[in-house]
């Protein structure tokens, strides 16, 4: 079955970075856009960022010049680069690979900024 692991999250200070990784297993993981996304507690889960099969990436405006979506399609892997973190950035971060119906989830990681 389809699987993603999302790894990489921690406790960071505020102007602080992290890279998350997520690595994809029973998809063909070259062919499907991928996407990160995060969900802060009491917050609708929301787009962080996207890559296309062809590494095309649009980002939050939230994110914009601070984060950066990268995959290895050697790898299986996506990963997000994120930079000057803010506390606001706090959330779980969740890795999704598909599209239409064919859409899959992994179990998150948690991110916390400190100020």
């Known amino acids: 079955q389809v699987q993603l692991v999302e790894s990489g999250g921690g406790l960071v200070q505020a102007g602080g970075s992290l890279r998350l990784s997520c690595v994809v297993s029973?998809?063909?993981?070259?062919?499907?856009?991928m996407g990160w996304y995060r969900q802060a507690p009491g917050k609708q889960r929301e787009l962080v960022a996207g890559i296309t099969s062809v590494g095309t990436t649009n980002y939050a405006d939230s994110v914009k010049g601070r984060f950066t979506i990268s995959r290895d399609n050697v790898k299986n892997t996506v990963y997000l680069q994120m930079n000057s973190l803010k506390p606001e950035d706090t959330a779980v971060y969740y890795c999704?690979?598909?599209?239409?119906?064919?859409?899959?989830w992994g179990k998150g990681t948690q991110v916390t900024v400190s100020s």
């Open positions: 029973g998809i063909i993981f070259s062919i499907n856009p």
């Open positions: 999704k690979v598909g599209r239409g119906a064919m859409i899959y």
